[in-house]
Each structure stands twice: as C-alpha cells, then as structure tokens.
C-alpha cells in the first residue's frame, strides 16, 4: 500500500508508539487525543492535530482507534463529532481497543450502510512490542479490507493474523487475556515462592524464562517485578475492563471461567487499593 493519509485517535501507552511508526513510513498521520498535550511529541515529529475525530478522519483514508473503554469507542465512532460523521464512501476503520464483539459488529454494520470497511483488530504485545513493532493483531471483519491494510499493519506489528468476520478479533483478543490474567498470578506465585525460599530471582529467572514454564509476562514482566518497576506498559484499569468483557461473554455462552474470575477479584481489589494506574505486573503487590 502506497503513503496513505490516516487519523489515528489515541495517542496512549501504546497508541503513540504506533504513531510514531506510521510517521517513520511516510504516512500522514492527523491525530486526536483529548488532551491535546498528550500528542505534542508527536505533532513534532510531523503529525497533525485535529480537536475532533471527525475533523481528524476529514479529508484522509483510513482512521485507526484505540482508546479505552467500550463507551469510548462508542462516542469515537457514533458520538457527534465521531468518525462516522465525516466518514467517505471507500474509507476504511480499524478499531485496534480491546472492546465488546458486538460493539465491534455494530461499527462493522453501520459502516457497511455507508460504504465505508471495517475491522476489528485488538493488540498484544505491550508497550514493548508497540515500541519496537512487533505487536501480535487479532483481526475481525472482511478478508478483503484486511488484505488491503496488512501493509500498514506490518509497520508496527509482527504477527498479523485474520481470525474471521467481524467480532472474531475481539474474540480472540479475550483469549489472549484469559490467558495472561491465570497466567499473571503463576508468575506472581513464582516470584513469591523464590524470595521466601532465599533465591536470588533473577537467577531463577535464567533458569525457567527458556524452560516449559515460559511465557511473554514472565520474560518481560517479571524483571520488572523484581525491580517493584510498577510503570504502565498496560493498565490494571484497563485489563480488569478486559476481564470483565470475558466474563460477560463466557456467561453469554454458557460456559464457566473459575482462573478469570480469580484473577478478576484479586485485579479489582488492587484497583479499590489505588493501583488502577499501575501495569499488570502490580499484581505482585497482592503477595507482600
């Protein structure tokens, strides 16, 4: 795909890393945050500002989202300054927050009506794998619009991969988080058990990183842990959000989660304790 113009509404944790790798490309990027210092570094890098994200997506072809919660996404999309507001015949949407399937089927209708594609394309990866681009995206809605915005996907993820029809990103995405949310509190245990059993835990770590009990959270955020680096690379607010939609749906279809419920509480009493703004690996603090 040749230099495109793209609005991007976002400018987060990962938001502006992802941003900064479209500029890098070429690409003409408007961004909207609603706060407009959030995006200074960004705008002096080359990006543009917009105050709305119907003004952002003005005038370009393709507008990426990634904001919060679903009522966010909702207002970005149907709100009235929403992208559907000025959204063109031909355009293309891709909403890469982790939110509702069935939000993301009611953008991928409506688009539908207007003649503008849509999908659905939640991240994982981090904050680490959006800096160096090499994020995992799971994406729902038409082959077609996927296969035409690969291109601009491979500037800042690595494993891209078509889950099937809209929804079936978000979908996925719950898997991704059910996986880490039981996983979390293994690596977490493990940290715990090594400091009262006197190791020395990043000796421990060279040993079980590389061995079956590997993962991405115990390579990446278990160091962190041990230097009680709490930073945000995704926020408990945000994955307790996750969880939640996971457990709505699980109930929807019939089926029950007892490792995400657990996770769930003990992720939610660490948001009533003021860690809301903290990075999953906070959870350690259950443990002292």
């Not at 917009?50 to 072809?61: D, I, V």
């Not at 509702?100 to 394309?121: M, N, R, T």
């Not at 915005?149 to 991969?161: A, R, S, Y």
């Not at 945000?238 to 019939?254: N, P, Y």
Request: charged letters at 15%; proline letters at 3%; glycine letters at 10%.
């Amino acid at each position: 795909m040749s230099k495109q113009r793209i609005a991007f509404i976002g400018a987060g944790v990962m938001g502006a890393s992802i941003i900064k790798h479209l500029l890098q490309n070429g690409h003409e990027v408007t961004v909207y945050t609603r706060t407009k210092a959030k995006a200074e570094s960004l705008i002096a890098l080359g990006a543009s500002w917009a105050s709305t994200p119907a003004e952002a997506f003005h005038n370009t072809e393709i507008a990426f989202t990634m904001v919060g919660y679903p009522s966010d996404v909702e207002e970005v999309y149907f709100g009235e300054t929403g992208l559907f507001q000025t959204a063109a015949s031909g355009n293309i949407v891709i909403d890469m927050t982790t939110s509702e399937p069935s939000l993301a089927k009611k953008i991928f209708e409506h688009a539908q009506k207007i003649g503008v594609e849509a999908l659905d394309a939640p991240v994982s990866g981090g904050d680490i794998g959006a800096q160096n681009g090499t994020l995992s995206i799971m994406i729902g809605g038409n082959q077609a619009t996927y296969n035409k915005i690969l291109p601009i996907m491979k500037h800042f993820g690595e494993n891209i991969v078509y889950q099937g029809q809209a929804g079936a990103g978000q979908h996925a995405k719950m898997c991704n988080q059910i996986v880490i949310a039981s996983g979390m509190i293994g690596v977490c245990e493990s940290m715990a058990y090594g400091l009262k059993a006197g190791l020395d835990l990043a000796t421990v770590l060279q040993s079980i990183s590389s061995g079956a009990a590997g993962s991405w959270s115990l390579s990446n955020l278990a160091p962190r842990m041990i230097k009680e680096d709490f930073a945000p690379g995704f926020y408990i607010k945000h994955f307790v959000k996750d969880m939640k939609i996971a457990l709505d749906e699980s109930k929807k279809m019939g089926i029950s989660l007892p490792g995400l419920a657990l996770a769930y509480e003990m992720y939610e009493k660490l948001v009533e304790e003021g860690y809301a703004d903290n990075g999953t690996q906070a959870l350690l603090k259950h443990y002292e």
